[in-house]
């Protein structure tokens, strides 16, 4: 199966106490969100932190879209609850797009093409 994958960038609000909590979600996932992560297509998904920055690299089949993601999450009230919760922790980075929480990040080298 042909995949793709997907790496973005999220900042979270520079508060000890906040970074410390937002882990302990992400260490108990809601079983309903890891649900609606594998309905949209996402194979796998790994959230990386340094200081208050934040890494998402995801594989996804082939077809996933983020429009088509953004669609279903918008209609699963759960997934809602969810984002409005991790709201309180996570920021744009600086050079997020205006309304943009999660920035795609650009591939410049890959060791594998040199």
């Not at 992400?26 to 949209?40: A, G, L, T």
């Not at 790994?46 to 890494?55: A, F, K, P, Q, S």
Request: with cysteine; net charge neutral.
């Amino acid at each position: 199966m042909k995949t793709k994958k997907y790496v973005l960038a999220c900042d979270l609000k520079d508060e000890v106490e906040l970074i410390k909590k937002y882990e302990e979600y992400h260490r108990e996932v809601w079983p309903e969100i890891i649900k609606s992560i594998h309905e949209v297509g996402v194979l796998n998904m790994e959230i990386y932190r340094t200081g208050n920055r934040l890494i998402m690299l995801m594989e996804t089949q082939h077809d996933f879209s983020f429009e088509m993601k953004t669609k279903a999450d918008r209609q699963n009230l759960k997934v809602q609850e969810w984002e409005s919760l991790m709201q309180q922790y996570q920021q744009a980075i600086p050079s997020a797009k205006n309304g943009e929480k999660w920035t795609p990040m650009d591939k410049i080298f890959d060791l594998k093409n040199t």
